[in-house]
């Protein structure tokens, strides 16, 4: 099988490279910022420029290629006027000529902040995104359905949790022994090692699956919950828990300041992804793939994350400005 993947550089992408590059596929990486092309020395990939803005550069990518795992985008809780060109745009210009080149399916890494937060997620709740980040993920879920019911590739949406590991956003802040929780950390949130992250998204591309869903490890914990476990293999670690109000209005302005910089994390609907109430109490897509998670909760996710710190030096793409 020939499989593109998008996103390659980024945290999730570059642990579905990993995975892929020792199986029998063939692998087509794209990358928009050849800078970082230097993670993926060594590994036996096809490495292609692209850009989600650029339809020539799409056409290129697709040629040849029968799935493809799509994770490129602008990875942040900004506005939806900045995310939409990329997630949005990007996506269905991709599904289209997709489409045109004769893809066959296509693995969405979609989201679960489409959901809004207030209660516990399953198969048959309404997806009702209150940040645009969850708005334009959507959009995109949308958009390309739309493609595949017009004849195009077959669609899998798979909407992920907060996935973490050790080349992840919140334990880059872990590594410097300092985390900075906008909130009281009592609320449930999903949670998924990367490696199982890839293993979901990997085994929706090569058996084909279709359809849209949640997916998350096996256990239901608060970030009070996912800190206190951090606590016991890493005592060191701080966790300096800060008002939400006052996170929101400090975000908000930062987040107006740097955003004129480039791609940043800091903005009010940031603090508000973070807040949401998001448990996941189904196991739908871990039983249609026939898989069970590596990790299924996050007491043995977080020290095998620690762990990876010893073979991982990393800079996260939001941090990276070669």
Same mark, same amino acid.
Do not use: C
């Given at each position: 099988?020939?499989?593109?993947?998008?996103?390659?550089?980024?945290?999730?992408?570059?642990?579905?490279?990993?995975?892929?590059?020792?199986?029998?596929?063939?692998?087509?990486?794209?990358?928009?910022?050849?800078?970082?092309?230097?993670?993926?020395?060594?590994?036996?990939?096809?490495?292609?420029?692209?850009?989600?803005?650029?339809?020539?550069?799409?056409?290129?990518?697709?040629?040849?290629?029968?799935?493809?795992?799509?994770?490129? @985008?602008?990875?942040?809780?900004?506005?939806?006027?900045?995310?939409?060109?990329?997630?949005?745009?990007?996506?269905?210009?991709? @599904?289209?000529?997709?489409?045109?080149?004769?893809?066959?399916?296509?693995?969405?890494?979609?989201?679960?902040?489409?959901?809004?937060?207030?209660?516990?997620?399953?198969?048959?709740?309404?997806?009702?995104?209150?940040?645009?980040?969850?708005?334009?993920?959507?959009?995109?879920?949308?958009?390309?359905?739309?493609? @595949?019911?017009?004849?195009?590739?077959?669609?899998?949406?798979?909407?992920?949790?907060?996935?973490?590991?050790?080349?992840?956003?919140?334990?880059?802040?872990?590594?410097?022994?300092?985390?900075?929780?906008?909130?009281?950390?009592?609320?449930?949130?999903?949670?998924?090692?990367?490696?199982?992250?890839?293993?979901?998204?990997?085994?929706?591309?090569?058996?084909?699956?279709?359809?849209?869903?949640?997916?998350?490890?096996?256990?239901?914990?608060?970030?009070?919950?996912?800190?206190?476990?951090?606590?016991?293999?890493?005592?060191?670690?701080?966790?300096?828990?800060?008002?939400?109000?006052?996170?929101?209005?400090?975000?908000?302005?930062?987040?107006?300041?740097?955003?004129?910089?480039?791609?940043?994390?800091?903005?009010?609907?940031?603090?508000?992804?973070?807040?949401?109430?998001?448990?996941?109490?189904?196991?739908?897509?871990?039983?249609?793939?026939?898989?069970?998670?590596?990790?299924?909760?996050?007491?043995?996710?977080?020290?095998?994350?620690?762990?990876?710190?010893?073979?991982?030096?990393?800079?996260?793409?939001?941090?990276?400005?070669?």
């Amino acid at each position: 099988m020939r499989i593109l993947l998008t996103g390659a550089t980024g945290f999730i992408g570059s642990e579905l490279v990993r995975q892929l590059a020792v199986t029998e596929h063939h692998l087509r990486v794209m990358v928009h910022r050849p800078a970082r092309a230097a993670l993926l020395a060594g590994v036996d990939v096809e490495p292609v420029y692209g850009d989600l803005r650029s339809v020539p550069s799409l056409r290129s990518a697709v040629e040849g290629i029968d799935v493809v795992i799509h994770l490129g @985008a602008r990875a942040t809780f900004e506005s939806l006027s900045r995310l939409s060109p990329t997630i949005v745009e990007g996506t269905a210009q991709l @599904a289209r000529v997709g489409a045109e080149a004769g893809v066959e399916h296509i693995v969405y890494g979609s989201s679960m902040f489409v959901y809004d937060g207030t209660t516990a997620v399953d198969d048959d709740t309404v997806a009702n995104p209150t940040i645009d980040y969850g708005r334009a993920k959507l959009s995109a879920e949308s958009a390309i359905s739309r493609i @595949a019911d017009a004849g195009g590739p077959t669609v899998a949406n798979v909407r992920l949790p907060h996935v973490y590991g050790p080349q992840s956003l919140l334990f880059g802040l872990v590594r410097h022994g300092r985390v900075l929780f906008p909130g009281s950390g009592k609320n449930p949130f999903a949670q998924l090692h990367v490696e199982d992250a890839a293993r979901v998204l990997i085994a929706a591309a090569t058996q084909r699956w279709s359809g849209t869903a949640p997916v998350a490890d096996d256990a239901i914990v608060t970030w009070n919950d996912f800190f206190d476990v951090l606590g016991i293999f890493a005592p060191d670690v701080r966790v300096l828990r800060v008002p939400q109000p006052l996170a929101t209005g400090t975000a908000a302005l930062g987040g107006a300041l740097l955003g004129r910089l480039g791609p940043t994390m800091v903005s009010a609907d940031t603090v508000r992804g973070w807040n949401l109430s998001l448990p996941l109490t189904s196991r739908t897509l871990w039983s249609e793939l026939g898989l069970d998670p590596r990790y299924p909760s996050v007491v043995q996710g977080i020290p095998a994350t620690l762990d990876g710190y010893v073979a991982f030096r990393w800079r996260h793409p939001l941090f990276d400005r070669s």
